[in-house]
């Protein structure tokens, strides 16, 4: 039992206990009866929330990259307060799908993964048939290229896929000339020049045509633009959903010129416009999740001079307090909060009774001190990548303790590396937006 605590309810914060039992979310009330044996948390002056859900987060554990493993990242995660995270396939012959692969893929998150874990399948021209008759997945995802000769995988995608597509779209051909540009001493600051606003808006935009022509029920990955966020919003479409991604809500193209490739990734990070952008576009709900992107990469890929440099740095560990510090300057409800990382996430993807503080619901449950204050350093990360776009900032509002399914996966600071996880299957039931 959680005692008194800030409870973050889906339309309102009250002081009050929770009752965990068998699992589940037994009981809300201002005050709870105490029975013995009880295992009793002091939860006052602290923030109780529904555990995270992560949407779309790169573990690598399957490559030979090996900059990441179920493990360490899952406990990466549980210091950013996640509970159920869905992974990302990476575009790599080893990160092959078939049911074998993908039993494999199961069993090894089975074995390592402290948190419930998904998997996104990656949508190939050879194996559409197969994909829509998996069990054990999310969805597919989908890397959309605007040329002429993969217009025809895509079309066979938007068309024939029963379940969730989720989309990272550019125009590959847009980004090959854009390249060829910038040919004499390119730098990391060039980035979102050559992958400009024109790669990505092309990209989505032939996206939501797709999905109105074949009625697909679409995700896209992550927008990163204001004309991105006008295309969605213009286009109303009920069954398609859009997230953002934590390094697009934090950093700016003024940070990437002073902390340089550490902050490179694809799509990149943009100026302030763009930034502020998606900020409204949360905050008036025109998009409705965020999620990490953690996509980890060792420092020395970083350190080779750009284009060769690697896109795409450890996040997940540093979710949740990098929203809450930005609550302090944004000034968003703490149930804004947790409907971006917990509610929407589990509406848009069909998990039954994750992303809530409600009876019933699933017993994952992250206690926060709002007033901890930590600086972020390279050396205390968790994430085998080894270090933090965030070293040197200080955030506010940290994790003490995280149940998943009523169990302590952190508690008062202290992990518990044996806990493990269990699969999300969400395509037995009906996603919807």
């Known amino acids: 039992m959680l005692q008194q605590g800030q409870l973050v309810l889906p339309r309102r914060v009250v002081t009050g206990d929770l009752v965990l039992e068998d699992g589940v979310i037994a009981q809300i009330a201002p005050r709870a009866e105490v029975r013995a044996g009880d295992d009793v948390v002091d939860a006052r002056g602290s923030l109780v929330l529904p555990g995270l859900i992560d949407a779309q987060a790169r573990f690598r554990a399957y490559t030979r990259k090996g900059d990441e493993d179920l493990h360490s990242g899952s406990l990466a995660a549980v210091k950013g307060g996640v509970t159920s995270v869905l992974e990302v396939p990476d575009d790599h012959p080893d990160d092959a799908h078939d049911r074998r692969t993908l039993a494999a893929k199961l069993e090894l998150a089975r074995e390592s993964c402290v948190i419930d874990h998904g998997l996104w399948v990656r949508a190939r021209p050879d194996n559409l048939e197969e994909v829509a008759r998996l069990d054990g997945v999310v969805g597919a995802r989908l890397a959309l290229d605007c040329s002429e000769g993969q217009r025809e995988h895509a079309e066979r995608w938007f068309a024939g896929y029963p379940h969730v597509l989720a989309v990272h779209a550019e125009d590959r051909g847009r980004l090959a000339s854009r390249y060829a540009i910038y040919t004499e001493n390119p730098d990391v600051t060039l980035h979102h020049h050559i992958r400009d606003v024109e790669t990505v808006v092309r990209g989505t935009r032939l996206a939501l045509d797709l999905a109105a022509r074949h009625g697909t029920r679409l995700h896209l990955f992550q927008l990163t633009s204001e004309e991105e966020v006008r295309l969605v919003v213009e286009a109303a479409n009920p069954r398609v959903t859009a997230g953002v991604t934590l390094p697009h809500l934090a950093f700016d193209a003024a940070d990437v010129e002073k902390v340089g490739a550490r902050l490179q990734c694809n799509p990149p990070i943009r100026t302030a416009r763009h930034r502020e952008a998606l900020w409204r576009a949360l905050q008036d709900g025109s998009v409705p999740l965020v999620c990490s992107d953690h996509c980890p990469q060792g420092l020395s890929s970083k350190r080779v001079p750009y284009p060769h440099s690697a896109s795409g740095m450890p996040t997940i560990e540093w979710l949740l307090p990098a929203m809450l510090t930005a609550r302090e300057a944004r000034g968003f409800a703490l149930t804004d909060l947790a409907r971006w990382l917990s509610d929407a996430p589990a509406r848009a993807f069909g998990l039954a009774r994750k992303g809530r503080l409600e009876v019933g619901y699933d017993a994952d449950v ?22 933090s776009p965030f070293a040197g900032r200080i955030l506010r509002g940290w994790p003490r303790s995280v149940w998943a399914h009523g169990r302590a996966v952190l508690r008062d600071g202290e992990l518990f590396p044996r806990v493990r996880g269990r699969p999300l299957n969400p395509l037995s039931r009906s996603p919807s937006p």
């Open 366 to 387: 992250v206690l926060v001190d709002p007033c901890m204050e930590r600086e972020v350093t390279d050396s205390a990360t968790l994430s085998r990548a080894g270090w």
